[in-house]
DNA sequence: TTAGGGTTAG
């Protein structure tokens, strides 16, 4: 549209302050209209409010043909487009106009470089988020607090945590907002490094900086919390979040759900939820994912029902969440419809995730022959399918199907294959090409064929493909203690160790061995010292050394647990790998035996043992 | 006087 040139009327200011109040495209359009015919919609600082309004209602198309439209363009024209672009989800084309206004002599200022990192932040780019860095710095820019911020949150982002550290600590203690400190907190708690957020939480109320933990940065600590199981600093932060009045924020009550969730208290997760005034799609979601973790599928199924009849329109992770609810509880059919009906009943396309969950339902049901089917069907490739097929390949060892397990095998091959030749970094699929490959070297040794089984391992280590060691840990008086199948020593405890994990090695191993005689009694023909490697994801290959060779680490976790938490208390390990069926009948006997009750969360979900019986029913 | 920084479910 151009306008005739001419001065503003004295209507302007009063379009102007229209155009400011509106987010609907018609009343902008109608506002744009009578500036044009006022003759003062030509002006730079009309143009450029026309331009910031049709970028706040997204509408990219019209700004894009304003733009391109003014005769004369300043930094504030350049970089409202470059923002709207960026909020509109087209972070490339914001950073094409940095370069383009460079290239007009247009120059960039701090609004500029914020925005600009920004979009480099939204593309996970840090190879781009360091020219603009670096164009920041020449510019003498690059120390405005805002500037700073944005360039930490885009390191954070692009998984460059020690980058975005390094921005953080040379901003001069004023300059640190508490927007800086929200964007470090996050950055740590986005990398799942909780103890490091946890500390620099701890830091910045200890170290008399002036600023208040505000909504941003509690919810980004309970989030580090959750992802490093520290219910103890949890609790901590909840009584912060009270006392500071941001209970009712949606944002810190969902990250309150899914901290203790995660710490393996779903009854307060419960609460929480239920005190959150209507309720969004992302807290249903979490308290269902919850549910589901804990194998209540009936209270994940009703939550479910709640959310729709509230008029709440489910997304795909939370019909993921349903149908993890169903995995885990053995209503295939149930979750095999909610698949089949996704699409037609609340228009969520089924993704790669979903076929994922439903061929490893079919999988645990044993229904083999369908789990395949539904795997070849779904035609899905890359890592996704890598992910697909190892899920299958596990039930297969699971059922002992080598017949298919072998076909899938070869799928699995065929994808890691592609990965490799994909030219991905090695590092980024490891684990699941790792995954992978122990399950099948697994299965083969479980079906008696050494000599394949052994080819699988070579193969590996011909390749550098190492799987990380399985480990489990519990907290005792806020400190974690870690254990590592076949070593009573543990990682990650502080160095005064006041329990003394690693002294109390003897006594664990001669608890160990006393239950295991009071097990023999009850039945059980296992040996705990050789855990059976076919039977787990735990890869006993090269661990273990002395006495406790081949005892999976949540064992020796639990000997721990029944050393130092007081008897009629709940022990609670973490396992970073699915529980093993020969450590799961273990827990269940020694509840029986100790009268105790264990509650193990492990790669999928949650068991809780209690007087020999698991909440899982023995499916998971 | 129009443009800029951090949060939650998988």
């Known amino acids: 549209?151009?306008?005739?040139?001419?001065?503003?009327?004295?209507?302007?200011?009063?379009?102007?302050?229209?155009?400011?109040?509106?987010?609907?495209?018609?009343?902008?359009?109608?506002?744009?209209?009578?500036?044009?015919?006022?003759?003062?919609?030509?002006?730079?600082?009309?143009?450029?409010?026309?331009?910031?309004?049709?970028?706040?209602?997204?509408?990219?198309?019209?700004?894009?043909?304003?733009?391109?439209?003014?005769?004369?363009?300043?930094?504030?024209?350049?970089?409202?487009?470059?923002?709207?672009?960026?909020?509109?989800?087209?972070?490339?084309?914001?950073?094409?106009?940095?370069?383009?206004?460079?290239?007009?002599?247009?120059?960039?200022?701090?609004?500029?470089?914020?925005?600009?990192?920004?979009?480099?932040?939204?593309?996970?780019?840090?190879?781009?988020?360091?020219?603009?860095?670096?164009?920041?710095?020449?510019?003498?820019?690059?120390?405005?607090?805002?500037?700073?911020?944005?360039?930490?949150?885009?390191?954070?982002?692009?998984?460059?945590?020690?980058?975005?550290?390094?921005?953080?600590?040379?901003?001069?203690?004023?300059?640190?907002?508490?927007?800086?400190?929200?964007?470090?907190?996050?950055?740590?708690?986005?990398?799942?490094?909780?103890?490091?957020?946890?500390?620099?939480?701890?830091?910045?109320?200890?170290?008399?900086?002036?600023v208040a933990p505000n909504h941003f940065m509690l919810s980004s600590v309970l989030s580090a919390c959750a992802g490093a199981v520290r219910l103890g600093v949890g609790r901590c932060v909840h009584g912060t979040v009270l006392r500071l009045g941001h209970g009712s924020n949606q944002v810190v009550a969902v990250a309150l759900v899914d901290m203790y969730s995660k710490c393996g208290r779903y009854n307060y997760s419960r609460k929480v939820f239920d005190r959150i005034e209507r309720p969004s799609v992302i807290p249903y979601t979490s308290i269902i994912v919850a549910a589901a973790k804990y194998g209540l599928w009936r209270s994940a199924l009703t939550l479910f029902d709640d959310m729709v009849k509230e008029g709440v329109q489910p997304n795909d992770v939370s019909l993921l969440g349903v149908m993890h609810a169903c995995s885990h509880s053995g209503l295939v059919d149930t979750g095999l419809q909610l698949l089949c009906s996704m699409q037609s009943k609340y228009g969520i396309a089924p993704r790669p995730s979903h076929y994922t969950c439903a061929v490893d339902m079919l999988g645990r049901a044993g229904r083999l022959e369908e789990a395949f089917e539904l795997a070849k069907e779904a035609q899905i490739?890359?890592?996704?399918?890598?992910?697909?097929?190892?899920?299958?390949?596990?039930?297969?060892?699971?059922?002992?199907?080598?017949?298919?397990?072998?076909?899938?095998?070869?799928?699995?091959?065929?994808?890691?294959?592609?990965?490799?030749?994909?030219?991905?970094?090695?590092?980024?699929?490891?684990?699941?090409?790792?995954?992978?490959?122990?399950?099948?070297?697994?299965?083969?040794?479980?079906?008696?064929?050494?000599?394949?089984?052994?080819?699988?391992?070579?193969?590996?280590?011909?390749?550098?493909?190492?799987?990380?060691?399985?480990?489990?840990?519990?907290?005792?008086?806020?400190?974690?203690?870690?254990?590592?199948?076949?070593?009573?020593?543990?990682?990650?405890?502080?160095?005064?160790?006041?329990?003394?994990?690693?002294?109390?090695a003897d006594e664990v191993m001669v608890l160990l061995d006393e239950l295991e005689c009071k097990m023999r009694e009850k039945g059980y023909t296992g040996r705990l010292g050789s855990a059976r490697v076919s039977d787990g994801d735990e890869d006993d290959g090269e661990e273990g050394k002395g006495v406790m060779v081949g005892v999976h680490s949540e064992i020796l976790a639990l000997g721990f647990g029944l050393l130092v938490v007081p008897k009629g208390m709940t022990i609670r390990v973490m396992k970073n790998l699915r529980m093993c069926s020969d450590c799961h009948e273990v827990f269940k006997l020694i509840s029986d035996i100790v009268q105790r009750e264990f509650v193990?969360?492990?790669?999928?979900?949650?068991?809780?043992?209690?007087?020999?019986?698991?909440?899982c029913n023995d499916y998971w």
């Open 381 to 504: 490739e890359g890592n996704d399918a890598l992910l697909l097929w190892n899920s299958l390949l596990s039930a297969c060892r699971t059922h002992k199907r080598l017949d298919l397990a072998i076909m899938a095998g070869q799928r699995v091959s065929e994808f890691n294959q592609d990965v490799f030749m994909a030219g991905q970094r090695v590092s980024e699929f490891n684990q699941d090409v790792a995954g992978g490959l122990v399950v099948m070297s697994n299965v083969y040794a479980s079906a008696g064929q050494a000599v394949k089984a052994s080819a699988v391992r070579s193969n590996m280590r011909l390749r550098g493909i190492r799987k990380n060691p399985g480990c489990s840990w519990i907290e005792v008086k806020d400190t974690p203690y870690v254990f590592y199948a076949g070593s009573v020593s543990c990682a990650g405890a502080r160095a005064d160790d006041a329990m003394g994990a690693g002294a109390r």
């Open 1 to 210: 549209m151009a306008a005739p040139s001419s001065p503003a009327t004295p209507m302007t200011p009063v379009l102007i302050h229209l155009l400011r109040g509106a987010s609907d495209l018609a009343s902008i359009a109608a506002t744009h209209a009578k500036l044009f015919k006022s003759g003062a919609a030509s002006t730079l600082s009309t143009s450029n409010h026309l331009l910031a309004a049709y970028c706040r209602c997204g509408a990219m198309t019209l700004a894009r043909d304003l733009f391109d439209g003014m005769r004369d363009r300043d930094v504030v024209s350049w970089t409202t487009l470059m923002s709207g672009y960026t909020a509109a989800a087209r972070p490339r084309e914001a950073i094409s106009l940095l370069r383009g206004m460079e290239f007009s002599g247009v120059r960039p200022n701090v609004v500029t470089f914020s925005t600009a990192a920004c979009a480099c932040a939204r593309l996970a780019d840090a190879g781009l988020g360091r020219q603009v860095h670096a164009r920041a710095e020449v510019a003498g820019r690059a120390f405005d607090a805002v500037v700073a911020t944005a360039l930490v949150d885009m390191y954070g982002k692009a998984g460059c945590v020690g980058d975005a550290r390094a921005v953080f600590d040379v901003m001069a203690a004023p300059a640190r907002s508490a927007v800086s400190w929200g964007a470090m907190l996050a950055v740590y708690a986005q990398n799942a490094l909780g103890s490091e957020a946890i500390q620099l939480f701890a830091k910045l109320r200890t170290c008399g900086t002036g």
């Open 600 to 615: 193990v969360r492990d790669l999928n979900r949650f068991h809780h043992f209690k007087m020999g019986s698991c909440s």
